[in-house]
């Protein structure tokens, strides 16, 4: 199984970047999707997930309308749009299918891909 995660940069606070994590059909069709980020010293954390419909959606508690998770099967590709960042956003950014409905633990993850660096300098 492998997906790739890309996107990730080094940006100013307030700006947007989106991240893609491509799976082949068969690491993405029959999964709900979902990031999680990773702070240096701190443990890997629920961003967003997104389920096989489509609409069925979970954020993190930080996200607060700054992210938008969505999914594209005709590119095997999920998406994290991220509008706002800030310093704390600062993190290893990995995408995860599941079998679950929705997925918001680490355990909940069948597979996981490699990460992609998001910085955000103040």
């Known amino acids: 199984v492998q997906l790739q995660a890309s996107g990730g940069g080094l940006v100013e606070a307030g700006a947007s970047l989106r991240l893609s994590c491509v799976g082949s059909a068969r690491t993405f069709t029959p999964y709900a999707m979902a990031w999680f980020r990773q702070a240096p010293g701190k443990e890997r954390e629920f961003v967003a997930a997104?389920?096989?419909?489509?609409?069925?959606?979970s954020y993190g508690h930080f996200v607060n309308g700054r992210f938008k998770i969505s999914r594209e099967y005709a590119q095997n590709t999920v998406y994290l749009q991220m509008d706002n960042l800030q310093p704390e956003d600062t993190a290893v950014y990995y995408c995860?299918?599941?079998?679950?409905?929705?997925?918001?633990?680490?355990?909940?993850?069948?597979?996981w891909g490699k990460g992609t660096q998001v910085t955000v300098s103040s």
């Open positions: 997104i389920g096989l419909d489509g609409g069925t959606i």
């Open positions: 995860a299918a599941s079998r679950r409905l929705i997925p918001r633990t680490q355990n909940d993850v069948d597979y």
